[in-house]
């Protein structure tokens, strides 16, 4: 862990972003392309403090960043994924919405696709941290259907079944050529045969 903590830390000072601590920013840099290393990258910042929720834009509810903090985690993942090509593409004035040309329309495409590196990159650090949470909190994680857990088919056969047989000794009425007492015979013997009455 000394060696990771000793990457992070010169990655933290290589980067130089302001917003984020440099755990974060460190731990950030070492995990992008780093493989089985981004595990242990996002343990160390989740042990350090650093939660999935510290990525959320600022205007989402479950949000912990600020606008300094998301503009810091921006920077880190634009100082990862772009080049300095990329950069001072992205540095360039945006062609006017209105210019249709072919020069506009691939310029307009080329932010698009560097803009989806940088958020595609935040998306893949959160779910490392979202990682790191559900093994620190399995419980906030668990929904009914888990808590319950699933229901056997044989259970559903047999709700079914018990609510077929009601309907058929209930007061619904159904036409005349219709033996309701042969049909609830032959659900009850179905019921025995595959043990479904409990």
């Not at 995990?31 to 595990?39: D, I, L, V």
């Not at 949000?63 to 920077?75: H, I, L, R």
């Not at 994924?81 to 020069?103: C, G, H, I, N, Y």
């Not at 940088?118 to 929904?143: F, I």
Request: glycine letters at 4%; charged letters at 25%; proline letters at 4%.
């Amino acid at each position: 862990m000394s060696n990771l903590k000793a990457q992070i830390i010169a990655e933290a000072k290589a980067l130089k972003v302001e917003g984020i601590t440099s755990i974060q920013a460190g731990s950030f840099g070492v995990s992008h392309n780093a493989g089985e290393t981004a595990t242990a990258c996002y343990a160390y910042a989740y042990k350090e403090g650093t939660r999935p929720t510290d990525l959320e834009r600022p205007k989402n509810k479950i949000s912990t960043a600020t606008e300094a903090s998301y503009a810091g985690w921006q920077a880190v993942a634009r100082a990862k994924v772009w080049s300095a090509q990329d950069a001072a593409f992205m540095e360039l004035p945006a062609p006017a919405r209105d210019d249709k040309t072919a020069k506009a329309e691939a310029a307009r495409d080329r932010r698009k696709a560097l803009s989806d590196k940088v958020s595609n990159a935040l998306k893949t650090y959160r779910r490392g941290l979202v990682t790191q949470d559900k093994l620190a909190n399995p419980d906030a994680y668990k929904t009914d259907s888990t808590a319950k857990g699933p229901k056997a088919a044989t259970e559903i056969l047999a709700q079914h079944i018990t609510n077929a047989i009601k309907t058929l000794q209930g007061d619904k009425v159904f036409p005349d050529n219709f033996e309701q007492d042969v049909a609830v015979a032959q659900l009850l013997a179905f019921q025995r045969a595959h043990k479904l009455d409990n």
